[in-house]
């Protein structure tokens, strides 16, 4: 049990549109839990791996080949800011996966720099997420996870792994590098699902 | 260790930017230089932030159970502005701590002292100085960049503490410089090699600033010879700390 | 940028689960074989934990995650602790 710090209203207040607990920010936040992968786009490379150990890849020229997306969203971090109507570009996970044969339920992000994070396989789907590699209209700057990161804006951002590598589709649902140490395993912002057991 | 409510006993005014804030903790153990606490506020919905700060003031076991906090306000920042504008006299305080076994100077140590400091990275370096103007007998230096002259804290303490023999205390000032004072930059591979103590002098050197700070100053000392192993460092950021 | 801290910065989180100071502790990394003083290892703050990493490789030697109601710590990095005897 602590105590009420008298006049301390912390750094919130955002509105109505906003998910409980959360505060508008116009700004962008740099979040790190590590070094900062510095990744060439030559050498950059995305791998879907199946349940069945089948791998499909795709180099920077074949993901940027494929048909990409205006996205604009609101993103809600867990560490309590949103940022609303931030504009993306990238390629549906619908168009990467059509040609995956899956019967997976689960997905596990990798990153560079090896970040993981889990999701249910239909959270990527059905127009809910996106491999982005532009951010308002730039090339997506390493800080924040380029040059390209999973974007799935209905989730807490730590869903949206900066840096992303690939994707492992399983059966079972295994937990990520945040849902190892108490965070929560899907992370709804609008249940303020934050934490183990929310 | 777990949260305990201090007493806000006093405020003073630093600088534009920075506050004392003097504390009344019940029952505090005593702590060595150079350690900090942690403070944590909570908004009247159970909404909570907390930060890493150093204690500025040494502990000689006759100043009871008062200790001082140096806060600089970080722009934007979330819990440094609370601390520097709002708090008041009377008003509870959330603390945690003592902590922090590394970055600390003890009376019985061996060798000279290197302080170095950069903007309030120097509120550890103070905590280290008052403990040495009470049982230290070795030399200690301090080399202790700002940004203008209106930016150092602890004005009148560091020209009582430069008074003594033991003492030798370097201001580096890095935009603007008070007239007679030709140089203005940054810390460099002279300036170490003009006021600090040399390699084979075995002293320790404590390190404290921004992380950018931190990293350049280090570098230079080992570039210059020190031995990593003698080097502490106290980085802290433009945040401080996760919630 | 480098917008990490040292590894003294997590004493106050460790000083809630462990009644000696670990920031003093010389800790080996199993990444790399490393073995330093705690407090010399790279703490990241800027995050939703506590993420220390190896100085030399960049492993993770320990996260530490407080939610409202718990504490978790991991310390699968670290091979070891070695803290003197009191």
């Known amino acids: ?198 | 260790m777990s949260w305990q409510v201090a007493t806000v006993a006093d405020v003073r005014r630093e600088t534009e930017t920075a506050r004392t804030i003097v504390l009344d903790v019940p029952d505090w153990p005593g702590h060595l230089a150079g350690q900090h606490l942690d403070v944590r506020l909570t908004a009247d919905d159970g909404y909570r932030a907390s930060r890493s700060y150093s204690i500025a003031s040494a502990w000689d076991g006759s100043d009871g159970s008062t200790i001082e906090l140096t806060v600089e306000q970080v722009p934007d920042g979330e819990v440094s502005p609370y601390l520097v504008d709002v708090l008041k006299v009377g008003d509870p305080l959330e603390i945690r701590g003592p902590v922090g076994g590394w970055f600390v100077w003890k009376p019985e140590q061996e060798g000279p002292v290197q302080l170095i400091g950069g903007g309030s990275g120097v509120v550890p370096l103070r905590a280290m100085l008052r403990a040495h103007a009470v049982a230290g007998t070795t030399p200690v230096r301090l080399l202790y960049s700002v940004r203008r002259p209106e930016s150092v804290i602890y004005v009148s303490d560091l020209k009582e503490l430069a008074s003594s023999d033991d003492v030798d205390v370097r201001l580096v000032y890095t935009r603007e410089a008070p007239a007679g004072e030709p140089r203005v930059g940054r810390i460099d591979a002279e300036l170490i090699e003009q006021y600090a103590f040399k390699p084979e002098d075995g002293a320790t050197t404590y390190v404290c600033g921004p992380t950018p700070f931190v990293e350049t100053v280090a570098d230079l000392l080992v570039a210059a010879g020190h031995d990593p192993a003698r080097v502490r460092t106290e980085r802290f950021g433009p945040t401080g700390g996760p919630r | 940028m480098s917008d990490y801290l040292d590894g003294n910065a997590a004493a106050g989180a460790l000083s809630e689960l462990f009644a000696v100071d670990l920031t003093a502790a010389i800790a080996q990394c199993n990444g790399c074989g490393q073995t330093t003083v705690f407090a010399e290892s790279r703490l990241y703050v800027d995050a939703p934990g506590m993420i220390a990493r190896c100085a030399g490789c960049d492993t993770v030697l320990l996260r530490v995650v407080t939610t409202p109601t718990n504490t978790y710590l991991d310390l699968r990095g670290l091979t070891y602790l070695r803290v003197p005897n009191s």
């Open chain 1, 1 to 198: 049990m602590g105590i009420v710090s008298p006049g301390f209203t912390g750094r919130r207040g955002g509105g109505t549109d906003l998910p409980p607990g959360q505060y508008l920010t116009h700004e962008f936040p740099v979040l790190s839990a590590g070094p900062t992968p510095h990744i060439l786009t030559d050498h950059w490379e995305f791998t879907v791996t199946t349940e069945t150990g089948e791998k499909y890849k795709w180099d920077w020229a074949a993901l940027t080949a494929l048909p990409a997306e205006e996205i604009t969203k609101d993103i809600h971090c867990v560490t309590r800011w949103s940022k609303l109507q931030t504009t993306w570009k990238g390629v549906s996970l619908d168009t990467l996966l059509a040609d995956v044969e899956t019967g997976a339920d689960f997905a596990m992000a990798h990153s560079y720099g090896g970040y993981t994070t889990n999701l249910p396989l239909e959270d990527l789907l059905d127009g809910q997420s996106w491999i982005a590699y532009e951010y308002d209209g730039e090339p997506l700057h390493a800080e924040h996870g380029g040059p390209a990161r999973l974007l799935v804006p209905h989730l807490y951002f730590w869903k949206s792994a900066k840096w992303v590598r690939g994707l492992v589709l399983s059966d079972s649902e295994d937990l990520g590098f945040w849902e190892t140490a108490g965070y929560h395993e899907y992370g709804d912002p609008w249940k303020e699902q934050r934490y183990a057991g929310d």
